[in-house]
């Protein structure tokens, strides 16, 4: 006598994808904002500066985390469902301390460097990266307190608290400084400010975080598994820090082979451009735990709720994806206008970014699924594939074509990392991460 298999889990509601993305794009709305004032406060060169320290901290701030974030939501989501309380709260822990103990080694280093002239940097660029060694540890801080609350499905009000206050906060200390002092707005100066609201926000974050967790993990004796964590925290690790090297190499090169101006302009059109970026990325966040919750589903062999979760994830990625080119393509030089006459020329590679983007939403999170999924590798080679023609394109267009080079060597990066990933996560689990969503037989 057969025994009927159980029904598979319903499929989350794309209401959390929706309102995560929301929240992501109010975010990046109001970074908006932030970067016309920046741009119409400080001179092109003081903004250039400002853009590349900044993309230099978040590839420290990706490498300092160790995963921790995307440990969290894979162990404290499959601990919680599973009743184990004790190893939920003892991989917290674990995850809080070991990133403090990093980023605050991280900053020291950094500053003794750059203190002792080891590390010379132009103009003053010393000074800002001082600051932003400073920043390192609140910023890291945050980034864990915000993948503790996905873990516990509060994906939204992460976002609201981290990605949404912070670039507000920081909004309304320039505007007071511009009121009482209108000093000169440098980089360092305005990274201080940065610092000012990270820690303002951390203060919040901390207190309402505790206040979330399930009481049955408060209360629980916290329990470790530090091998196991460890362990898929390396593989973890390097899949993220890839992902942050391809996200942030081409500002980085622009930093290190283009006029100051130029790298403006191209950090512009980033800005915009990681619109797109931000709906993917919001979806995929609201899917994260409750993927996990299905892995039993996928060992046992039933694919068809993760299946449509995993369609679900990748349209509602490429719709709103779809509605930001679709924005752009109108009103780009109406938003472009509002930073000034200079910054009008990131038009053009910022239709070229938005559409990569767009390419490599409809083949869906696939790095991300097989990175939760236990298998970074499929991650970390995509993503080093990605990276290595993006950077390939750049050293070659670049020179030429300035902006426009480097947003088509972008593009072309992405679109083949997207490929690699989603080709091999379809092979080596049977899921079909794009929006057309057909499992292989």
């Given at each position: 006598?057969?025994?009927?298999?159980?029904?598979?889990?319903?499929?989350?509601?794309?209401?959390?994808?929706?309102?995560?993305?929301?929240?992501?794009?109010?975010?990046?709305?109001?970074?908006?904002?932030?970067?016309?004032?920046?741009?119409?406060?400080?001179?092109?060169?003081?903004?250039?500066?400002?853009?590349?320290?900044?993309?230099?901290?978040?590839?420290?701030?990706?490498?300092?985390?160790?995963?921790?974030?995307?440990?969290?939501?894979?162990?404290?989501?499959?601990?919680?469902?599973?009743?184990?309380?004790?190893?939920?709260?003892?991989?917290?822990?674990?995850?809080?301390?070991?990133?403090?103990?990093?980023?605050?080694?991280?900053?020291?280093?950094?500053?003794?460097?750059?203190?002792?002239?080891?590390?010379?940097?132009?103009?003053?660029?010393?000074?800002?990266?001082?600051?932003?060694?400073?920043?390192?540890?609140?910023?890291?801080?945050?980034?864990?307190?915000?993948?503790?609350l996905t873990a516990?499905?509060?994906?939204?009000?992460?976002?609201?608290?981290?990605?949404?206050?912070?670039?507000?906060?920081?909004?309304?200390?320039?505007?007071?400084?511009?009121?009482?002092?209108?000093?000169?707005?440098?980089?360092?100066?305005?990274?201080?400010?940065?610092?000012?609201?990270?820690?303002?926000?951390?203060?919040?974050?901390?207190?309402?975080?505790?206040?979330?967790?399930?009481?049955?993990?408060?209360?629980?004796?916290?329990?470790?598994?530090?091998?196991t964590w460890s362990?898929?925290?390396?593989?973890?690790?390097?899949?993220?820090?890839?992902?942050?090297?391809?996200?942030?190499?081409?500002?980085?090169?622009?930093?290190?082979?283009?006029?100051?101006?130029?790298?403006?302009?191209?950090?512009?059109?980033?800005?915009?451009?990681?619109?797109?970026?931000?709906?993917?990325?919001?979806?995929?966040?609201?899917?994260?735990?409750?993927?996990?919750?299905?892995?039993?589903?996928?060992?046992?062999?039933?694919?068809?709720?993760?299946?449509?979760?995993?369609?679900?994830?990748?349209?509602?990625?490429?719709?709103?994806?779809?509605?930001?080119?679709?924005?752009?393509?109108?009103?780009?030089?109406?938003?472009?206008?509002?930073?000034?006459?200079?910054?009008?020329?990131?038009?053009?590679?910022?239709?070229?970014?938005?559409?990569?983007?767009?390419?490599?939403?409809?083949?869906?999170?696939?790095?991300?699924?097989?990175?939760?999924?236990?298998?970074?590798?499929?991650?970390?080679?995509?993503?080093?594939?990605?990276?290595?023609?993006?950077?390939?394109?750049?050293?070659?267009?670049?020179?030429?074509?300035?902006?426009?080079?480097?947003?088509?060597a972008t593009a072309?990066?992405?679109?083949?990392?997207?490929?690699?990933?989603?080709?091999?996560?379809?092979?080596?689990?049977?899921?079909?991460?794009?929006?057309?969503?057909?499992?292989?037989?």
């Amino acid at each position: 006598m057969s025994i009927p298999e159980p029904p598979a889990p319903a499929p989350p509601r794309q209401l959390s994808a929706w309102l995560n993305s929301t929240a992501k794009v109010a975010g990046t709305g109001i970074s908006f904002l932030l970067y016309i004032a920046l741009a119409r406060l400080m001179t092109p060169e003081a903004f250039a500066d400002f853009a590349v320290v900044f993309a230099w901290l978040a590839l420290a701030a990706a490498l300092a985390t160790l995963s921790f974030p995307m440990l969290l939501v894979r162990f404290v989501s499959d601990n919680l469902a599973q009743g184990r309380f004790g190893l939920a709260r003892g991989v917290a822990q674990f995850s809080l301390l070991v990133t403090t103990g990093v980023s605050v080694a991280m900053a020291v280093v950094a500053a003794l460097a750059l203190g002792s002239g080891l590390i010379a940097l132009p103009r003053d660029l010393d000074a800002g990266a001082l600051m932003a060694a400073a920043l390192l540890v609140p910023t890291v801080l945050l980034m864990v307190l915000a993948g503790l609350l996905t873990a516990v499905k509060r994906a939204v009000a992460a976002e609201l608290l981290v990605n949404v206050s912070r670039p507000a906060l920081l909004i309304a200390g320039l505007a007071a400084l511009w009121f009482l002092q209108r000093p000169a707005f440098t980089a360092p100066l305005v990274l201080g400010v940065y610092l000012a609201a990270s820690l303002l926000i951390a203060a919040v974050c901390i207190p309402y975080c505790l206040a979330t967790l399930p009481r049955e993990l408060k209360l629980a004796r916290a329990e470790y598994d530090t091998r196991t964590w460890s362990r898929t925290a390396a593989g973890f690790a390097a899949a993220i820090f890839m992902a942050a090297v391809s996200d942030r190499v081409d500002l980085l090169l622009m930093g290190a082979i283009a006029l100051p101006a130029e790298v403006a302009v191209y950090a512009v059109a980033v800005r915009f451009a990681q619109t797109v970026t931000v709906a993917a990325n919001a979806a995929s966040t609201a899917m994260a735990p409750h993927l996990v919750e299905l892995f039993p589903e996928l060992r046992a062999g039933r694919r068809e709720a993760i299946q449509a979760l995993m369609r679900d994830t990748a349209r509602t990625s490429l719709y709103i994806s779809l509605l930001a080119v679709a924005g752009f393509g109108a009103l780009g030089p109406l938003f472009l206008s509002l930073f000034g006459e200079h910054y009008e020329a990131a038009y053009a590679p910022l239709m070229v970014l938005a559409c990569g983007q767009a390419l490599s939403a409809l083949l869906g999170p696939a790095a991300g699924v097989a990175t939760l999924a236990g298998a970074p590798r499929i991650a970390i080679v995509g993503l080093s594939a990605g990276v290595a023609v993006n950077v390939t394109l750049n050293l070659l267009l670049v020179p030429r074509f300035g902006a426009i080079g480097a947003a088509s060597a972008t593009a072309s990066g992405m679109v083949s990392a997207a490929v690699i990933t989603w080709a091999w996560t379809r092979v080596r689990f049977r899921i079909d991460t794009s929006v057309f969503g057909f499992s292989p037989r």
